[in-house]
């Protein structure tokens, strides 16, 4: 099983890839309030993720 969800991973194009990550991202920031206070690790997955979207730009 594992194979085939590879194979359909790697059938996503990057547009539709960029897509997707732009979608979920509104989603969370319709979802999470500024003021709602993340999880320490949550806090350190976001960060993650704002230091490689900088990283590619």
């Known amino acids: 099983m594992n194979a085939r969800i590879n194979n359909d991973l790697e059938q996503i194009d ?3 890839c ?3 990550c732009d ?3 509104e989603r969370l920031q319709q ?3 500024p003021e ?3 999880s320490p690790r ?3 997955l976001v960060d ?3 230091r490689r979207d900088n990283e590619l730009r």
């Open 18 to 20: 960029v897509s997707i």
């Open 36 to 38: 709602t206070e993340l």
């Open 31 to 33: 979802n999470l309030r």
């Open 14 to 16: 990057h547009k539709t």
């Open 42 to 44: 949550l806090r350190q």
């Open 23 to 25: 979608a979920i991202g």
């Open 48 to 50: 993650e993720l704002s």
